[in-house]
């Protein structure tokens, strides 16, 4: 139960008394406004640099969203450009005489005199 007790001192009333007590009264009021603005700009600049994070954040989403489409691209691109390749080779062999009697046995089971067709199972 320690209370704390007021001094019974009585204060000079002096001039160099009552200028320190007046600086003390100054210098304290100065650090709590320093201390509202630290805590201001501290805040302010805390805002700040959250909004620059969660740009950046989103700046980096964007960027992994058009790298993974791209890159989806760029394989379609290569499925199309070998398919391209695939077609223009059918295209020449169609022009050979030879190949399109032989696409027309296989594919309309077409036959040439005294040809017996046998369609086997395919596994």
Known sequence: MN??????VTKIQSTY???QEEKKRKTSKRRRV????????????TVFASALLYALHLQAK????KTAEK??????????ERQE???KEEMKKLHDDD?????ARKKYYLSKDGEIIF???EK
């Open 17 to 19: 008394v009552s200028e």
């Open 119 to 121: 369609v086997l199972p």
């Open 34 to 45: 320093v201390a509202v603005r630290l805590a201001f700009w501290a805040s302010l600049f």
């Open 71 to 80: 890159q989806r691209l760029k394989e379609e691109l290569a499925k199309l």
């Open 3 to 8: 209370v704390p007790r007021k001094p019974n």
């Open 62 to 65: 964007t960027i992994d969203g």
């Open 99 to 103: 190949y399109i009697a032989e696409l």
């Open 85 to 87: 390749k695939q077609l």
